[in-house]
């Protein structure tokens, strides 16, 4: 297990950007997998990004390609996802998971962060 905690969460107009983190209490950096989820009002969690230990092992759900960007600082123990013309329909609570390999799947990771709102008006 090991602690994280998100931030950079708040209220945007459609359009705009946000730039969450996801601090992990952990040295070293020695997780595998870290991603992102996300659970809007009465709807299920679901995925949102993932980052392994490159730089090109991510993947994205399609809802987001092209607008969000998850990347990670080894050094800060901290991963990032960029979000830019972000919609009404991104309008969430955000958590970050890590994980053991890099998955879609919510039940392969093993730790969670306990979120932050993103809210986006039109």
């Known amino acids: 297990q090991v602690q994280l905690v998100e931030s950079g969460g708040g209220l945007v107009q459609a359009g705009g950007s946000l730039r969450l983190s996801c601090a992990a209490a952990?040295?070293?950096?020695?997780?595998?997998?870290m991603g992102w989820f996300r659970q809007a009002p009465d709807k299920e969690r679901e995925f949102v990004a993932t980052?392994?230990?490159?730089?090109?092992?991510?993947l994205y759900a399609d809802s987001v390609k092209g607008r969000f960007t998850i990347s990670r600082d080894n050094a800060k123990n901290t991963v990032y996802l960029q979000m830019n013309n972000l919609k009404p329909e991104d309008t969430a609570v955000y958590c970050c998971?890590?994980?053991?390999?890099?998955?879609?799947?919510?039940?392969?990771?093993?730790?969670w962060g306990q979120g932050t709102q993103v809210t986006v008006a039109s």
């Open positions: 980052h392994g230990w490159t730089a090109d092992s991510t």
């Open positions: 952990r040295r070293p950096f020695n997780i595998p997998a």
């Open positions: 998971a890590a994980g053991n390999y890099l998955t879609v799947v919510q039940s392969d990771y093993y730790s």
